[in-house]
């Protein structure tokens, strides 16, 4: 019998968490196709639009956990679509605040709805009550995480 915490059970887990990332990729790849954008870029669009807050490059990088040059590249592409717009922040030249177009606004509604319709239909059959204990321990798993990061951050 294996023990828990056995390194079988924690491979599985994470196969878990990469086949529930692919599964919603594959969703959203007919809205990405026919946009013609990566999922890469659907994803920093609906960052950038639902978190007006958080309106750079750096930002999407930081709090999406993207490394900064793939950030770039997708934002220069979806500013050359029209996705994205450009402007300076005020008394700080060196920062580049991106808004979303209206055409970003229609791209991020749809993925917004692949997204609601995709976490219902991961939690069907899963009680109000356990899906609240498994979210809080999902919380718990990201705080560890980030704490790991910064303890391991040169």
Known sequence: MKKEGSS??????????FNLLHS????????CHRLNISQ?????LMFLCENPEYATAK??????AMKPNIVSFNVERLVEEGYL???EVPGDRRKIRLSCTDKAREA??????ISERFYKDITEGIKKEELEMFENCLKRIEDNAEHIRNRNQP
Request: aromatic share 8%.
């Open 85 to 87: 717009e450009r402007s």
């Open 40 to 44: 890469t870029a659907l994803d920093i």
């Open 108 to 113: 991020v509604r749809e993925g917004r709805e």
């Open 59 to 64: 930002d999407v990088s930081r709090f999406r």
């Open 24 to 31: 919603y990729e594959t969703v959203c790849r007919p809205v």
């Open 8 to 17: 079988d059970t924690r491979i599985k887990n994470l196969m878990m968490f």
